[in-house]
């Protein structure tokens, strides 16, 4: 079938570009494509079957995993990541958040059947201060679901802590940052994280983790993956970190998923289709796009909107963190000349005093 995509692709490209300079606005949108030489590249290799869509855009994760369309496969998705079965209840809207959008290059909120909140992000670039990041965007979680259920309870009756549920964090990074290369292991891409306390106290909060390093699991485990080893490793599932058994299946979808988002090329999407044979309805879907040019430019267009904001946003703070730098380097620069001037005077006095006392001397 995947061969069958290919051809159609190769066949299509002529027809897709006549369609795309027939029409104003898509011939505009085109035109500010190409002031991006690489994702041009990228949306023209894709309508000659060459690349695939990238699905860690949000606009493209979102057409594939659809919320309202294809719940399903995003839940299966989420339990194979948080490695419990769940089911998705709504999509939550993300414009009242303050935290959402900030170097996120793909952000979906959702709240499951248990009243949990998961929010799942792609970061391209790796940015500054990720341990911060991380905690506001799990309070941000935090805080609108207990909003949420306080006005609940509008109509006199009291509010309780205990009806607040557990909140998931979920970030993909395609390039991460030095911060997540394990020192115990350079392999080692799953990152999932608790609270604890050195005493044993069983306090269990309800903010957890999971952090995937795309690019170590691409360098280290796509490749024997899409040559047919799928045996599930100690680097793809450390079962210490669940609290009861995750599942063979789940294990498995986790694999697949994972290298469903970093291949990009057409070829190497037919050695995964034979690994995992379950993927044929998204390739499939991924196919279907191809009969609307239009729509795929769209999509593109926006997805380049989200890399330009981001690549301004991070190139502001990488300005801010040198300003900052300078600052302190002054201030320290500063500190350091009033240490040395004060040590000037005082040697300078014990200079004088010395002084004094050789003329008393010699006075005697």
């Not at 041009?40 to 060459?50: A, E, N, Q, T, V």
């Not at 993300?94 to 799942?120: H, K």
């Not at 900052?324 to 004060?342: I, M, P, Q």
Request: with cysteine; glycine share 4%.
């Amino acid at each position: 079938m995947t061969e069958q995509i290919n051809n159609h692709q190769r066949n299509y490209y002529t027809d897709a570009m006549r369609i795309i300079e027939s029409n104003e606005y898509t011939r505009h949108q085109y035109m500010q494509l190409s002031d991006n030489e690489s994702w041009k590249s990228r949306f023209c290799d894709y309508l000659r079957g060459i690349k695939t869509l990238p699905l860690l855009y949000d606009p493209f994760f979102k057409a594939i995993f659809n919320p309202d369309t294809n719940k399903d496969r995003l839940a299966k998705l989420i339990s194979a990541i948080l490695g419990q079965e769940v089911t998705i209840v709504e999509i939550l809207p993300n414009e009242d958040s303050s935290m959402m959008g900030t170097l996120i290059i793909m952000d979906i909120l959702v709240r499951m059947s248990d009243g949990s909140l998961a929010n799942i992000e792609v970061q391209k670039a790796p940015y500054l201060f990720p341990a911060e990041r991380i905690s506001c965007y799990s309070s941000d979680l935090m805080m609108r679901q207990y909003n949420k259920i306080k006005n609940m309870y509008s109509d006199g009756k009291k509010f309780s802590y205990k009806d607040l549920h557990r909140v998931h964090t979920i970030i993909f990074y395609e390039n991460s940052s030095e911060c997540l290369k394990s020192s115990i292991d350079e392999k080692l891409y799953f990152h999932v994280g608790k609270t604890k306390f050195n005493t044993g106290i069983d306090i269990e909060l309800l903010q957890d983790f999971h952090l995937i390093s795309l690019d170590t699991f691409k360098e280290y485990r796509y490749p024997n993956i899409i040559q047919g080893d799928t045996a599930v490793t100690g680097y793809d599932c450390d079962e210490s970190v669940y609290k009861n058994k995750i599942s063979e299946e789940m294990k498995k979808n986790r694999l697949m998923f994972l290298s469903l988002f970093v291949t990009d090329t057409t070829d190497n999407m037919s050695r995964l289709l034979s690994v995992y044979p379950e993927l044929e309805d998204i390739v499939r879907d991924m196919g279907q796009y191809l009969s609307r040019p239009g729509e795929v430019l769209n999509m593109f267009s926006e997805s380049l909107r989200i890399l330009d904001k981001n690549s301004m946003d991070l190139l502001i703070d990488e300005a801010m963190e040198r300003a900052e730098k300078a600052e302190a380097d002054l201030r320290r620069a500063e500190e350091e000349a009033k240490r040395e001037k004060a040590k000037n005077e005082k040697a300078q006095q014990e200079i004088a005093m010395l002084k004094q006392e050789l003329a008393k001397l010699k006075q005697q």
